[in-house]
């Protein structure tokens, strides 16, 4: 790293960072921001820790529980610096032990750890220059936390990161937040930043080794100039990857969900969803709420199907170690991640819409891949249709135990045959490998430009009756239709992108011939009309007919499902190749 000249005054120093640190951001192409995100996009998983001296008084303050994450207790009451301070002297966390810390992390699967080197209390968790109020020089414990994590993570194999809270501080008179302490002589906040957030995260980049990630927190309205001079900072890591939590208008390297995992991910943009393991982000003595093993881990599926990165946040207590629920959680994700991590790291988003029986996720390369599909409703019938998937299959097998799974491809569809007995019962991963480049039908039909629409039975679900013989497709001459549609139970589902709204004629494209009665179920709307066709089909010549199922009302624009019912009277078979929606003339 380039020797700082450091006799010039830090505001001229700033300046001249920021303007090379801004020039860097406008110049950096795609292939050296995609080389920088190259390790956070293989690792997918992190741990995230909340540790600070709130862990003293765990959410409980004048005999009472407060609300809210146990790290906002001085906030939520309102507790005076001259009382909040003292917890700092009752702080010491003799059972701390940096490389069994990162160790349960990396046995858990996790391949980076980000900790709270400054919440919004103030308190340092390492060996400040810029505060005495630290973990070193108030408490009897005297250790720089920091400084061991960093050397075990270096141990271990993790990239290390630091969270800060750069705008609130409730300990330092220009630190924002504080609304309680009426008696402070308060600065401003491009003081408190000049003196003390500068510093210390001048430090944190300067003295702990090579960090990977910087998570800032709370953005607030700061002056142009204290924003700059934080981001200047950054170039003193060159690979340092940031989130979008500094202030408006700094977007850092990716987009941060907290506590909720989006439905869909964010498009063309790196993302993470940071979670606590319970209900609190800091230790909290009343937090009992911890996440089951099952949702833990399906949320690491489900995180990494939609192209997100997972950081799953502990409270390490007082003394320093884990609650046995949180040791508990982390080991039965390692056991998860040991057999199906290839599921996992270094994977990108599905490229199928939503699954109804688990996840997907892809190790997609030029000459060919993988498909990783985490079933969590194991299906009963031992079928799983793969919707749309064009590419040629090479084989499947269980991660679990390498079983093969045998695969066919008919007209479009996919269908694997499993096992009766599902291998993992929260997430059982099949590993479906592909030659050359992959290839599956777009995701949602949409309607075209006049509102109209073609569904094609290949993209449709199937809904069968649970047991009943499976309803199969068949295909010839480059048509596919529903042959054997002979349970009324059985619907077919087609999920769209609604662009116009309007009332449509729906008709039913039968490809040789079909008796019964079809209910169109559109949201709210719905129609009905019926099939009366002789197969009037010669030695390979079918004759299509198109049938009217009566209008339909599509409303809104998103994605919707528009259904085909049976009704049971007088249902026989349909051989449905398509249904079409054409705008009212
Ligand atoms: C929320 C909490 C804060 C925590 C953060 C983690 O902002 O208020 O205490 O550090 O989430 O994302």
């Not at 400084?147 to 008179?173: I, M, T, V």
């Amino acid at each position: 790293m380039k020797k700082m000249n450091l006799k010039l005054p830090a505001a001229c120093l700033l300046a001249l960072m920021g303007s090379s640190l801004v020039a860097r951001a406008q110049t950096e192409t795609k292939q050296r921001h995609d080389t920088r995100m190259e390790w956070w996009r293989e690792a997918k998983f992190g741990m995230f820790v909340h540790w600070g001296i709130y862990a003293v008084p765990a959410g409980e303050y004048g005999g009472k529980t407060q609300p809210n994450s146990a790290e906002w207790i001085m906030n939520k009451a309102r507790i005076p610096i001259a009382g909040y301070t003292k917890y700092a002297a009752q702080f010491n966390p003799t059972q701390f032990n940096a490389e069994a810390f990162v160790r349960q992390a990396r046995e858990a699967g996790m391949r980076y750890l980000v900790i709270t080197a400054k919440h919004h209390d103030g308190f340092s968790m390492f060996d400040s220059k810029a505060s005495a109020y630290n973990i070193v020089q108030a408490t009897p414990f005297k250790r720089d936390v920091l400084k061991e994590l960093a050397a075990a993570c270096a141990k271990e194999g993790l990239r290390f990161g630091f969270y800060y809270s750069q705008a609130q501080d409730w300990n330092h008179p220009g630190g924002m937040g504080n609304t309680w302490d009426q008696d402070m002589q308060r600065v401003s906040t491009d003081e408190y930043v000049r003196a003390k957030a500068i510093p210390e995260v001048r430090q944190l980049l300067t003295e702990y080794g090579p960090i990977g990630i910087f998570w800032w927190d709370t953005p607030r309205k700061m002056s142009r100039e204290s924003l700059d001079g934080l981001y200047a900072l950054r170039a003193l890591q060159p690979g340092l990857i940031t989130n979008d939590r500094l202030g408006e208008g700094y977007r850092g390297d990716h987009e941060t969900f907290e506590r909720r995992i989006p439905a869909q991910g964010a498009v063309g943009q790196d993302w993470e969803v940071c979670m606590p393991i319970s209900g609190s982000w800091g230790y909290k003595s009343s937090d009992t709420k911890f996440l089951s093993a099952q949702t833990l881990i399906r949320n690491l599926v489900d995180i990494a199907s939609k192209g997100g990165n997972y950081l799953l946040n502990v409270s390490p207590t007082a003394q320093g170690i884990l609650m046995p629920a949180a040791v508990e959680r982390l080991q039965a994700l390692g056991a998860w991640m040991k057999v199906n991590g290839a599921a996992i790291y270094g994977t990108t988003a599905s490229p199928f819409p939503p699954l109804e029986w688990g996840r997907c996720t892809l190790n997609s390369r030029a000459e060919g891949g993988s498909l990783y599909l985490a079933v969590f409703e194991w299906p009963k019938e031992g079928q799983l249709v793969l919707p749309g998937l064009r590419s040629k299959v090479v084989e499947a097998h269980l991660l679990a135990n390498g079983r093969n799974v045998p695969i066919t491809t008919e007209a479009g569809r996919t269908t694997l045959a499993l096992p009766t007995q599902a291998p993992d019962a929260v997430a059982s991963v099949i590993e479906v490998k592909f030659s050359g480049p992959l290839d599956v039908a777009p995701a949602w039909p949409e309607q075209q430009g006049d509102g109209s629409l073609t569904l094609n039975v290949a993209d449709a679900e199937i809904r069968d009756v649970p047991g009943a013989k499976p309803t199969k497709l068949k295909a010839a001459g480059g048509a596919v239709w529903v042959a054997e549609w002979v349970q009324p139970e059985t619907s077919l589902g087609w999920k769209f992108r609604a662009t116009k709204s309007g009332t449509y004629a729906v008709s039913a494209i039968v490809y040789g011939g079909g008796t019964g009665k079809l209910r169109v179920e559109l949201g709210a709307s719905s129609s009905v009309g019926e099939v009366k066709v002789e197969d009037t089909t010669v030695v390979d010549k079918v004759v299509q007919h198109t049938v009217s199922l009566g209008k339909i009302k599509v409303e809104g624009s998103a994605v919707q499902t528009l259904r085909l019912i049976p009704e049971q009277a007088g249902w026989q078979t349909v051989t449905l190749q398509q249904v079409e929606l054409k705008p009212e003339p």
